[in-house]
């Protein structure tokens, strides 16, 4: 699931390039939309040649991932550019960490990209959750590992119930430098899920007083099913 800037036309010399970057630090706090205007100016002060729109008022040919929620961490954010002619990725992935905030490092540019086209069945997400207290950790293990797992959420001003089910593939403990790691793989895009956010926000209020003991949240990667 990407969000779309601009609509694309097909044009046979334009090229496609994704850049996987990362978002942790201080950056974990810039939202969506702030995020796609500190991406747009950093492409503008490199001299991308990049694909404009057509219209009165052309923007950058641009989709993003998924949107991260605010205070997550991640490790595989990208967004895909089209570009009027081919560039050296790795002129664009220096030229860009360069010119990107702290806490944002473009990992790798795929170009030219070509994105799959199949039918969306959702993705994959793989999250570490990072706690200093080893009983609150196990207890979060429990809330994720339970399929009967439910909770409500407010949403567009209404409650709704919600099951974990089949949401959480697997997750799984364990201990480093003195810390309690939980990594699990979430299911994201599917019908009657909840989004990874959903279950978060519910682990959070299940934790109640405990909940500042988890200190970190990071998404690691994220893959297509």
């Known amino acids: 699931m990407t969000t779309q800037i601009t609509e694309n036309i097909e044009n046979p010399e334009e090229i496609n390039a994704k850049v996987i970057y990362t978002k942790t630090k201080q950056s974990r ?33 641009l989709s993003f991932a998924s949107p991260l929620p605010l205070g997550h961490a991640s490790f595989c954010e990208y967004f895909v550019v089209t570009l009027t002619k081919e560039i050296d990725p790795e002129w664009l ?33 793989k999250y570490r959750l990072t706690f200093n207290d080893e009983d609150i ?32 593939k697997n997750s799984v403990m364990s201990h480093e430098n003195g810390k309690y790691l939980i990594v699990a793989d979430f299911l994201q895009g599917i019908a009657e899920i909840p989004s990874v956010s959903k279950i978060i926000t519910a682990l959070a209020r299940f934790l109640g007083e ?16």
């Open 29 to 61: 706090y810039v939202a969506h939309l702030d995020n796609i205007d500190v991406m747009c100016k950093a492409l503008r002060r490199i001299q991308l040649p990049y694909a404009v729109s057509q219209g009165c008022h052309p923007r950058p040919k």
């Open 93 to 125: 992935k220096t030229a860009l960490s360069k010119e990107l905030p702290n806490g944002m490092d473009v990992l790798e540019v795929i170009t030219p990209y070509h994105e799959k086209r199949t039918k969306n069945k959702g993705d994959c997400v």
């Open 210 to 225: 405990d909940r500042d003991s988890l200190q970190l949240i990071e998404r690691l990667s994220i893959q297509s099913l």
């Open 137 to 168: 950790c196990n207890k979060a293990l429990d809330f994720l590992n339970n399929p009967e797992t439910s909770f409500e959420i407010e949403s567009k001003g209404r409650l709704r119930s919600y099951k974990l089910g089949s949401a959480v």
